[in-house]
């Protein structure tokens, strides 16, 4: 290792700011490196007996608004046993500069080298961020095959929606948790304070085998898969008989009593989310069936207005944001989502603070909430969500809604002033023909007709945004045939020219899509078993990172590398994505518990391909999903009946 | 029809606050436009009572002079602010001072003075220490005297639309070099204009006279703006406000 004149190797918790400082002189947005965010914190490290980094894998600007990690570092921060750091993807001109002058990859708020703490933890929001946990662990020192790593090594444990299906990057991380983190990070601690007070008995196996009896954690380690001569799993079994044979989520009940993140973190760089957010609830169920998010979050629990009110008080006053977001997966379906938008509008009125729901389900009433949350500011932009073109393609997803409601919905938002609505929609579902797409365009052809008449103004846009669908473990279309990239870009490209083909109207429409090919890739990584694990590797060797990014993804390089590191198996690119499985083919995730019966997802899957819907079970009986009976819990929603407190005047 | 914002207009700005601040240690890698999120940010933090410009989207009275380059730290950024409601100054530069990073200080605080003319006319010149860690003064001192001894220094900027000439001599009214522990430090005073001469094209100058290649990346601290007088002296841009108020003393009221 070379130091190049720079102080030399320091020890274990040390800062690395004075190697680093000289080096963040040369590179882009130096400001993302140093730390020293409002809010954040910085622990002696000898007061801790465990430490955490936590990273998000992807870069600062993404990472840094990210609720999950921030939850979990004040969590952990306010054990007096635990201390908890961040870091996140360090962008490849910093890199290289690390990499010359021998710096290890570092926390951003104490400067300490990653490989110095007892726990990596990385968030995985999309499994595109595969390829920056391997650069992250080879910039840190650490080992990337967990077979190689000894206990001086942290524990890398990987957490997020991706972690529902683990095993591609199983051979890279020692665990992975299911569900909501804020109690199980609890646990872990004690486990590992525990081996490290003991004088780490057993070594490395030894504590991993102790995370593996924590509930929620999985240690791929010790189950062995075997396959069928047909490429399928025959058998996934547990090496030892002190693990559990299934793994199951956890779930946080009353989020009152979670209110995090309390004092949210405020960077000095520009970050994609300018703005704070409160969690209204969790989970839904309104049964989506291409929501993996619906799905592995259920049931739902609502946050009390009274505890978001207190929440969105705290959080304005420690962060000094403009704007506070109401966040959940469907924010209107909150049973005291009007009284709340009244009440926090009113207690804002005059400030200048802004408050935001999230895209939405389109419902007129989610017009009258955006109307009474922009009371007095500008109305810009309002986003619904139909997600399918055709009312037959919405019935196959279970998110019905029908065209003259839809239109409805839209004109009545332009009528309320608002200039500019966007359509979110996918393409590539089951059963999807190039009619259902189509639909589209007639739909926001005719959105704009009635946005001009309503609002009497010729300016209206309509914007529709489109990508293309990934099938997803534990939803109701895991067994789906994902449709190719060609048929993806087929698709966008009819419903193109059908949306110019009138220019007086297309000019007010506008249309934004990815192509085809990111998509095929998150398939394999979201579908993809322990032989994925190879292709990931080589990509990363070849160059490959933050594949999130367009102008770093190379579709080429994935393609290339699964044609070679797949063949030896008997199986390829196409068999993990546009593949469609049958009922009792063994899926890489069986083991995984998200709380839903197979059973349950299969006959939710025939009625897809029926094109017949479900119910939301919060006002209708249960449909048997099986999440609460297995995991015990229930759902928990209002009305509370309690309202706003005035805050005293400032 | 075109929605109106209902109710009153905001209130006007009654009061007008000059502030100098100065960037430190890790911050010198914020951008300008950090620093200006942070600033509004710590206002509203703070409680300061901005006065708001008017329409669906009202944005606080705020005017920055310009701002030193990201990595260079600074002792002299200055920034005018308009508030709805009078504030004593000093209690606003406390205020303010405290809900900034500790590596952005809030220095000084004072009522832009009646008929005292725009702090913008007041600056037209930057005082800049640079630190040269691994360069003696023995190799700074004639680089520096064949820069002075030259009439045109051209180097290479990087701008939004590639590499451009420019002359980093002109703009440079003087330089000298002293020294400090384990670095030569270079003093040099460049008039502010466009291009705009910044202490990396003054060292890129040094490289073209002299050769002076630095082993380790300089660290550059604005000491101070303001106006470049007959006698070769920077005025604080801050004194005629502050002759202005030892004039008339007017009423406060505190924040």
């Not at chain 1, 490196?33 to 990273?55: C, F, I, R, T």
């Not at chain 1, 069928?228 to 008989?241: F, N």
């Not at chain 1, 099986?626 to 005293?648: H, K, W, Y």
């Not at chain 2, 009654?14 to 200006?36: C, E, N, T």
Request: with cysteine; glycine share 8%.
């Amino acid at each position: 290792m070379t130091t190049g004149g720079y102080p030399g190797p320091v020890m274990t918790g040390e800062s690395l700011y004075p190697r680093l400082e000289p080096l963040l002189a040369q590179v882009q947005k130096p400001i993302q490196y140093v730390g020293g965010e409002l809010n954040s914190q910085l622990k002696p490290w000898e007061d801790a007996a465990v430490h955490w980094a936590l990273m998000y894998p992807d870069a600062y600007e993404v990472g840094l608004p990210n609720q999950g990690l921030m939850i979990l570092y004040e969590v952990l921060n306010e054990r007096p046993d635990a201390l908890a750091e961040r870091t996140y993807a360090v962008w490849p001109d910093l890199a290289a500069l690390m990499r010359e002058n021998g710096v290890p990859k570092f926390t951003v708020d104490g400067h300490r080298a990653v490989r110095d703490f007892d726990v990596l933890g990385v968030s995985f929001a999309t499994e595109l961020g595969y390829t920056n946990l391997l650069e992250a662990l080879d910039l840190s020192g650490i080992p990337l095959h967990t077979a190689d790593r000894d206990e001086s090594h942290p524990i890398v444990l990987a957490g997020g929606h991706a972690a529902f299906n683990p095993e591609p990057v199983s051979d890279f991380v020692d665990c992975a948790v299911l569900g909501d983190g804020e109690q199980v990070v609890g646990d872990i601690t004690d486990v590992v304070a525990a081996w490290k007070a003991q004088g780490r008995p057993g070594g490395r196996v030894e504590l991993l085998a102790r995370l593996a009896r924590v509930e929620g954690v999985y240690v791929p380690r010790f189950y062995a898969v075997s396959y069928a001569g047909d490429g399928t799993i025959a058998e996934v079994s547990r090496t030892r008989d002190d693990v559990p044979a299934r793994i199951g989520k956890r779930t946080v009940m009353d989020l009152d009593e979670w209110p995090y993140p309390k004092q949210p973190l405020v960077p000095l760089a520009e970050s994609v989310h300018e703005r704070m957010s409160v969690e209204i609830f969790r989970g839904c169920t309104r049964g989506c069936r291409f929501c993996q998010a619906g799905m592995i979050t259920r049931p739902v629990r609502e946050r009390t207005i009274t505890g978001i009110g207190s929440m969105v008080d705290a959080g304005l006053k420690a962060t000094g944001y403009e704007e506070v977001g109401l966040l959940s997966l469907s924010s209107a379906d909150h049973s005291e989502i009007g009284q709340l938008a009244k009440e926090l509008a009113d207690r804002y009125e005059g400030t200048n603070t802004s408050l935001s729901l999230p895209s939405t389900r389109v419902d007129a009433f989610n017009v009258t909430l955006a109307n009474e949350l922009s009371r007095n500011g500008r109305r810009s932009g309002l986003t619904f969500a139909p997600e399918g073109g055709s009312e037959r393609i919405r019935r196959v997803i279970n998110k019905t809604v029908s065209k003259e409601d839809l239109v409805r919905t839209v004109t009545t938002a332009y009528a309320n002033g608002w200039r500019q609505v966007k359509l979110y929609f996918m393409c590539g579902l089951p059963t999807e023909t190039d009619e259902d797409v189509l639909e589209i365009a007639e739909l926001a052809v005719e959105v704009i007709r009635a946005g001009r008449e309503a609002s009497g103004q010729k300016d209206v846009r309509c914007t529709v945004s489109i990508g293309g669908f990934v099938p997803k473990p534990h939803t109701p279309f895991q067994w789906a045939a994902q449709a190719s990239a060609e048929t993806i870009d087929h698709r966008l490209r009819v419903l193109r020219q059908a949306i110019n083909a009138d220019r007086r109207i297309g000019r007010s429409i506008g249309l934004r899509y990815h192509d085809g090919k990111p998509g095929v890739i998150e398939g394999l990584l979201s579908r993809g078993d322990r032989r994925v694990g190879r292709v990931i590797e080589r990509v990363w060797r070849d160059g490959g990172q933050f594949d999130g990014w367009s102008e770093h993804f190379s579709f080429e390089r994935w393609t290339t590398a699964a044609a070679e590191e797949l063949a030896p198996f008997g199986v390829d690119l196409d068999w993990f994505t546009t593949r469609e499985r049958t009922e009792h083919e063994v899926l890489p995730w069986d083991h995984l518990d998200a709380g839903l019966d197979k059973e349950f997802l299969w006959d939710d899957w025939q009625d897809a391909l029926k094109e017949e819907e479900v119910a939301d079970c919060r006002w209708t009986p249960c449909y048997d999903c099986g999440v609460c009976p297995t995991m015990g819990t229930e759902i928990q929603i209002g009305p509370t009946g309690r309202s706003l407190i005035p805050l005293a005047p400032i | 029809m075109a929605r109106q914002p209902e109710g009153p207009p905001p209130a006007p700005s009654v009061q007008k606050l000059r502030i100098r601040y100065a960037k430190r240690g890790r911050l010198r890698f914020a951008s300008h436009r950090d620093l200006a999120r942070t600033l509004e940010r710590a206002l509203r933090r703070a409680q300061v009572p901005m006065a708001f410009s008017a329409g669906f989207s009202p944005h606080p009275k705020i005017s920055y002079l310009g701002a030193a380059p990201t990595g260079a730290a600074s002792e002299a950024e200055y920034v005018e602010i308009g508030v709805s409601v009078r504030c004593d100054p000093e209690a606003l530069r406390l205020a303010l001072d405290a809900a900034l990073p500790p590596d952005v200080a809030v220095l000084e605080c004072v009522e832009a003075g009646e008929g005292t003319g725009s702090l913008a006319d007041r600056i037209d010149t930057s005082v800049w220490r640079v630190e040269l860690p691994g360069v003696t003064l023995a190799e700074l001192r004639p680089a520096v005297e064949a820069f002075l001894a030259s009439d045109v220094v051209t180097v290479a900027k990087r701008t939004k639309n590639g590499l451009k000439d420019i002359d980093a001599r002109a703009a440079v009214t003087s330089a000298s070099a002293s020294e400090d522990v384990g670095c030569a430090i270079l003093h040099v005073v460049v008039r502010q204009g466009t291009p705009a001469v910044r202490p990396d094209d003054v060292l890129a100058a040094l490289v073209a006279v002299a050769g002076l290649r630095p082993p380790l990346p300089p660290r550059a601290v604005r000491e101070a703006q303001g106006r470049l007088d007959d006698n070769g002296t920077v005025a604080d841009p801050l004194g005629p406000d502050r002759a202005a108020h030892a004039r008339c003393q007017g009423a406060h009221t505190a924040v």
